[in-house]
């Protein structure tokens, strides 16, 4: 799978005009390899051309792992005396010798100038790997080549799709006997999450977790990324759960609002609970293959708005979820992208009325060959806790 994975690179890499592409430690390096580096002062570089062995630079205290690739490479080992330096360019070096004895791409010559075309991860390649590739004899030069990863890591085949599924089961198995332990008027946000966290743990996540779990109770709810506090959870509270769970380095992403018995919640906030259903599942009904990820922003926040709220609709209907919390494709205004059978993402509308409180109704999908498949099994409607 691994091979087939490069293999399907160097085509896209070839499309592109690039002879190579570079990976630090993360979700990338990952998908191709399936080998854990972590990222750290000491750089980890896998560097991957178009034709030819690939080329791993890295500490020579985790020198072992080469052996770990699911393919040959050669790797270019460096110990805390001497630095990194020397390693890149040596394995800068080796590249380009690579390109030019067997990577065919085909470019303007106007373009030309000798040097390789280097993609890298333009939202997680740091100054660190950059600037130890520039100071080479003949430095790349650098192309943001995030989309190309994306055109690879959207679409899940089947092992993928089982460890999401085990990690949104996890997720679901977390919830109740974390919610059970909710005292109104005593019980804080703070807590809560924190007995979320360890009921994750004890259903089996791996770490780390995609995210903290967010708690957000009455009026900190107004906020989409509001950070648990100490303020205790009241009746009446409208309480938005946002959390996950990881399993084989894949994670699932969900959000419930919850009412706290004793006491009637808001009128708006009931009112916004309506229109933020009725947009989950328009926005749901309104996956499938061949759509756009504008088409479904656009399904969910048409329901919305019939309410009157979609000024208090202040986000992208959904992201994509996989390796990453947040990857391709996205479901918002401007996103082209259309839709095939195996993409990943969230559907999750919400309504934060500043001063009152918020509703969000979060779930993972995947776009199956009709439609769309809800990997998330939890009740929708609004449920009462803390009875």
């Not at 600037?131 to 993928?160: S, V, Y």
Request: proline share 7%.
């Amino acid at each position: 799978m691994r091979d087939e994975r490069l293999a399907e690179l160097r085509e896209i890499l070839i499309e592109a005009g690039l002879d190579a592409v570079a990976l630090v430690p993360g979700p990338n390096l990952h998908y191709f390899t399936g080998v854990a580096f972590h990222l750290s002062e000491r750089p980890v570089l896998l560097i991957l051309p178009a034709a030819g062995s690939p080329l791993l630079v890295l500490p020579e205290l985790e020198a072992m792992k080469a052996e770990q690739l699911p393919f040959p490479a050669r790797a270019f080992a460096y110990d805390d005396v001497k630095g990194p330096e020397a390693a890149v360019a040596a394995a800068l070096a080796a590249l380009n010798t690579i390109v030019e004895q067997e990577v065919s791409v085909d470019r303007d010559p106007e373009d030309e100038d000798g040097r390789v075309w280097l993609g890298v991860e333009g939202r997680r390649m740091r100054f660190l790997e950059l600037e130890l590739m520039a100071r080479g004899k003949q430095p790349p030069r650098i192309f943001d080549a995030d989309e190309a990863f994306a055109d690879l890591r959207m679409l899940k085949d089947a092992a993928e799709l089982a460890a999401m599924r085990e990690a949104v089961r996890i997720a679901e198995a977390a919830i109740g006997p974390a919610l059970a332990t909710l005292v109104p008027g005593q019980t804080s946000e703070r807590q809560l999450a924190a007995e979320l966290v360890m009921q994750l743990l004890r259903a089996g996540s791996d770490m780390p977790f995609p995210f903290q779990p967010h708690v957000a109770a009455g009026p900190g709810g107004a906020s989409p990324h509001h950070a648990p506090g100490d303020r205790a959870i009241q009746p009446g509270d409208l309480v938005i759960v946002d959390w996950g769970a990881s399993h084989g380095q894949y994670f699932s992403d969900i959000t419930r609002t919850y009412v706290v018995a004793g006491a009637e919640p808001h009128p708006d906030l009931m009112a916004a609970y309506a229109a933020v259903l009725a947009a989950n599942a328009a926005g749901r009904a309104a996956v499938r293959p061949g759509v756009t990820g504008e088409a479904v922003d656009a399904a969910a926040r048409a329901a919305i708005e019939a309410e009157e709220l979609g000024a208090y609709f202040i986000h992208r209907t959904g992201h994509g979820l996989g390796l990453e919390v947040h990857e391709e494709p996205d479901m918002k205004a401007g996103s082209d992208v259309y839709l095939e059978p195996g993409m990943t993402f969230t559907i999750e509308p919400g309504v934060y009325l500043p001063g009152l409180g918020g509703v969000r109704i979060e779930d993972d999908v995947v776009v199956t060959e009709r439609g769309c498949e809800s990997l998330t099994t939890l009740p929708r409607e609004l449920t009462v806790i803390g009875g």
